[in-house]
């Protein structure tokens, strides 16, 4: 018995049954001392459940789901350094703001749910 015996071709039903049917690319560079929006989550997909990024140039606090500080309720990711999450639920903004006077670029991306999307496969 071959995996791609009976009614339907379980090798196709495996690559097309992907975890997430969204995916977006972003980078930013702070350009003044404020936080600023890299992206908002609603504009691209219903939310993020997976996010991956690197920060260089300086170091930056980001906040999901908010305005990014410096007073400790913001994520503070160094230059050279960066980030992976997954199993989390962003549906708005990811901000950053600078944490001296140099400004920096943070580069990754997010993947999630669309709900614009069918998930479900047609029977063969």
């Known amino acids: 018995m ?12 495996i690559e097309l049954d992907q975890p997430y049917d969204a995916f977006k690319p972003f980078s930013f560079t702070t350009s003044g001392s404020s936080a600023e929006t890299v992206l908002t989550v609603s504009s691209f997909m219903t939310e993020a ?7 260089d140039k ?4 980001i ?9 400790g309720t913001s994520l503070l990711i ?3 350094t960066g980030y992976t999450d997954e199993g989390i639920q962003i549906t708005g903004p990811i901000s950053v703001i600078r944490s001296d006077q140099s400004n920096g670029r943070v580069t990754g991306a997010i993947w999630g749910r669309d709900t614009s ?8």
């Open 2 to 13: 071959s995996i791609q015996s009976g009614g339907h071709n379980l090798r196709s039903f």
């Open 49 to 55: 459940n997976k996010i991956t990024l690197i920060v």
């Open 58 to 61: 300086a170091d930056l606090y």
């Open 63 to 71: 906040n999901f789901n908010g305005t990014a500080t410096i007073d």
């Open 78 to 80: 160094p230059a050279g």
């Open 117 to 124: 999307i069918s998930r479900e496969l047609p029977d063969a």
